[in-house]
């Protein structure tokens, strides 16, 4: 409450590192700033320890309709997928409208209403 230290150090860390995701360079930078100004701040033993921390990093990413037409067509992978084989792959193309129909017979490719 004496002075705005605390604030200037939240508004650094929020404004200039921003995001600090697990397995980010942001992260990296933000874990030297707070050593660094640790120490600045006349703290001792001030230590970094290692800590390994599961991430995923989103990878390239396409898909090209083959037929009737050959076309790119845009896609997102969802965090924590796995990895397509290095070959690719080829699949008949489900469309679904929602999350929740993917949860329904026609939404994981099964009977006669599928949609191709």
């Known amino acids: 409450m ?9 508004s650094y860390l929020s404004d200039r590192i921003g995001a600090r995701l697990s397995g980010s360079a942001a992260l990296d930078q933000a874990v030297t700033w707070a050593k ?5 701040d006349g ?13 995923w990093v989103r990878g390239a990413q396409s898909a090209t309709l083959l037929t009737p037409i050959a076309r790119e067509i845009p896609i997102s992978t969802l ?5 397509t084989p290095p070959g690719g792959l080829t699949a008949e193309l489900l469309v679904v409208s929602s999350f929740d129909e993917l949860s329904t017979p026609r939404g994981r490719g099964e009977g006669e209403n599928r949609a191709l």
């Open 2 to 10: 004496a002075n705005d230290g605390a604030f200037r150090k939240l």
């Open 36 to 40: 660094d100004t640790l120490i600045a």
């Open 43 to 55: 703290h001792e033993h001030v230590a970094l320890e290692p800590v390994r921390v599961p991430h």
């Open 79 to 83: 965090g924590g997928s796995v990895a």
